[in-house]
């Protein structure tokens, strides 16, 4: 067999430093190159073969782990929260980062995470700009109440963003002036377009035709409907990736951390460590969950008697993470499955 070598990179911006060692920790070859397509390949050409690489997950990592990865008898991506040897040094820079992860790589102590496939990563990025959109037009639709609100015009909260209520009040509210009228006229308009671009991302995902049979399984769960449906095929990838409810729960941020010593253990609150974009769903559609579940709404119910209504929203998100597992793992419709104890997905 030829023997193997191991390739830590420090991915920046501008900059790509990196490491070359053999399995006896020898340095073969260290240095830094620019962060292109074209320098890459000629870097390439240069490395003994075969190779392995490991680089820290940065907004970066995604396209140059696109371009290595074909070259790369094996190429991983480090979670950067898990570095601890490299954030706690005393001495830091790209090259001592470099040999640091490739140290990692080369002992199998790096601690690697998931990288979800090309296709899946556009589509993700597809959908996260669709929620940069909403938060947009929220922001917009506050902006128009706030310049009602200074210039002390009265409207009805209720009807404010329908087309011809709008209409009607800048025509007929004589405290409306014509600088007032032709901000709000701007507003709207941004409203009205962002709107649309967003309904089109929404239905081009939906079509997709490497999602449209996932998400029609997913959204036969109650209450999941197609955001909440994309964004748990896009943000976890590869469900078969988690080998239990609990740790599905815990990627999704719906439970706290744990902090155990001798015989104390505590628990903090909701931790940080998760995927923002699937805790925030999962929380907006268990709010809406108790209107289209009866079987949602009694644990809604049971909960809340325990403690508040977080407690019980937490409960049913909770809940519908189980159900996409079922659904995601046995590739089937949503089913209810009458038990002795009771009723399961």
């Known amino acids: 067999m030829e023997p193997m070598y191991y390739i830590g990179l420090d ?6 430093s990196y490491c070359v060692k053999d399995s006896s920790g020898k340095i073969y070859a260290e240095g830094s190159l620019p962060a292109t397509r074209m320098d890459l390949d000629l870097w390439m050409k240069t490395l003994p073969c075969p190779w392995s690489g490991a680089m820290e997950a940065t907004m970066f990592t995604g396209w140059i782990y696109d371009h290595l990865k074909p070259h790369a008898a094996a190429l991983k991506v480090a979670h950067p929260l898990m570095l601890r040897a490299i954030a706690a040094a005393k001495k830091k820079n ?18 690697e995470c998931y990288m979800a496939p090309t296709a899946i990563r556009e589509r993700r990025r597809t959908l996260r700009y669709r929620n940069l959109l909403v938060r947009q037009m929220v922001q917009m639709k506050i902006k128009i109440s706030s310049l009602l ?12 963003h329908k087309a011809g209520y709008f209409r009607e009040l800048l025509a007929s509210n004589p405290d409306i002036d014509e600088g007032l009228g032709a901000l709000l006229r701007l507003c709207r308009e941004t409203v009205v377009r962002l709107e649309k671009t967003e309904s089109a991302m929404v239905r081009s995902l939906e ?72 805790q925030t769903t999962l929380i907006e559609a268990a709010k809406m969950a108790p209107r289209n579940s009866a079987d949602l709404a009694m644990l809604y119910d049971k909960e809340k008697q325990k403690g508040n209504a977080n407690r019980a929203t937490l409960a049913v998100a909770r809940k519908l993470v189980a159900y996409l597992m079922a659904v995601d793992r046995g590739q089937r419709n949503f089913q209810v499955v009458e038990t002795s104890n009771g009723i399961a997905a």
């Open 11 to 16: 991915v920046h911006k501008r900059k790509i």
């Open 94 to 111: 790209d090259r001592i980062d470099a040999s640091k992860i490739c140290d990692c790589l080369r002992c199998d102590f790096l601690p």
């Open 149 to 160: 609100m200074e210039a002390g015009v009265s409207y009805n909260k209720q009807r404010l």
């Open 207 to 278: 079509r997709d035709s490497l999602l449209i049979d996932r998400v029609e399984r997913l959204m036969t769960i109650p209450a999941v409907g197609p955001i909440t449906a994309l964004t748990w095929a896009l943000e976890v990838g590869d469900v078969q990736r988690f080998s239990s409810i609990k740790k599905a729960i815990s990627y999704c941020g719906l439970c706290g951390a744990e902090r155990s010593s001798g015989n104390t253990v505590q628990r903090t609150p909701l931790s940080k460590q998760r995927n923002k974009h699937l």
